[in-house]
């Protein structure tokens, strides 16, 4: 009986382990922090998790289905930077295009969810038709999307946007940021296409076995394909979003932004072994991450200081993942 229990102690502990460090870490800079507390804090927090909550749903899919996605950060950029050319002020004298007439918000936004839709459809059919491991496929997306990024926006920032494309990531409803708004209706969204319809369960059904999916009829090349489209369009969003709550954009806009997005994936139980993961559970993972961070600024560590820890998260978070994998088998 002693036994059992011990065994159940260092499973729940390995299951757990992040997050009871990193809210060791939350309760303590609470304590000696009372700033960190606050609604303001949480807003801040809450706005920052929401773009990185849809690049996390993106990444997702890629890692349930036993692969990953090494593009998203500079596909986002990509979104930034082509929505920050069409939302700049009518009237600004150095206008990105200067002949380009006034139009509606949500034109932009169709434009840079079909582009970066595209883009995941080419990520897919190299993966799914070439056989291309997804780690090298989209690593190599990944510098080709950052060369055209920095074409594209001539390796210039790029800002003066239109005061109602700013308030769409910088604007509230009630005390509530609208970006967290649009994440919460896209994560519902995503709960019920993960939860509810054929493409989930084709998608888990690839990631537990993918010839025991293809021997039942899944159509698997066709379903990897519309899963890195899928995160490509979610990607679109966020960087459209981005550049609205940053007021400017620039070549170095989402860099590193997918390695967050899997490291919050892997914390929230998307298994790296494929077949394992829930949107609640991406929401969550996002969420610890987010305010790791913010812990550490309010502690006063360096950024740099904090891009290792970052790093070091990643690694335990693989390999707590892996163990809890060996564990099951």
């Known amino acids: 009986m002693e036994n ?22 939350i309760i303590y800079t609470g304590i000696t922090r009372p700033n960190f507390l606050s609604l303001q804090t949480a807003m801040n927090v809450v706005s ?6 849809i ?5 997702s899919g890629t890692l349930i289905i036993r692969g990953t996605d090494l593009s998203a950060g500079r596909v986002v950029g990509l979104s930034a930077i082509i929505t920050g050319t069409l939302v700049q002020k009518p009237d600004y004298a150095a206008k990105f295009f200067p002949n380009l007439p006034d139009m509606p918000l949500i034109v932009p936004l169709i434009i840079v969810v079909l582009v970066c839709a595209t883009v995941g459809v080419l990520n897919g059919l190299v993966v799914s038709v070439l056989n291309v491991p997804p780690f090298l496929a989209t690593l190599g997306s990944q510098i080709i999307i950052y060369g055209v990024n920095m074409i594209y926006g001539k390796n210039q920032p790029i800002g003066t946007f239109k005061p109602e494309f700013i308030q769409i990531g910088q604007g509230k409803l009630f005390g509530v940021p609208y970006i967290a708004l649009i994440a919460a209706v896209v994560g519902f969204g995503m709960w019920v296409l993960y939860k509810k319809t054929r493409y989930g369960k084709y998608m888990y059904a690839i990631g537990g076995n993918e010839h025991a999916a293809e021997v039942s009829g899944v159509n698997v090349r066709l379903s990897k394909i519309k899963i890195f489209g899928l995160a490509g369009a979610l990607y679109g969003l966020a960087g459209y979003l981005l550049s609205a709550k940053s007021g400017s954009v620039g070549p170095s806009s989402g860099m590193g932004y997918e390695l967050e997005a899997i490291a919050s994936a892997t914390i929230g139980g998307v298994s790296t072994a494929g077949g394992q ?25 360096l950024p740099e200081v904090t891009n290792v820890i970052q790093g070091a998260i990643i690694i335990v978070a693989v390999a707590l993942d892996i163990k809890k994998t060996m564990r099951r088998k």
Do not use: C, D, Q, W
């Open 4 to 25: 059992t229990k011990k065994f159940r102690i260092n499973e729940f502990l390995t299951n757990n382990a992040m997050y009871i460090v990193i809210l060791v870490m």
């Open 48 to 53: 920052n998790a929401s773009v990185r909550f």
């Open 55 to 59: 690049i996390a749903l993106g990444v």
């Open 277 to 301: 993961g829930t949107v609640p559970g991406i929401l969550l993972g996002v969420f610890v991450f987010e305010l790791l961070k913010v812990a550490l600024a309010y502690h006063g560590v």
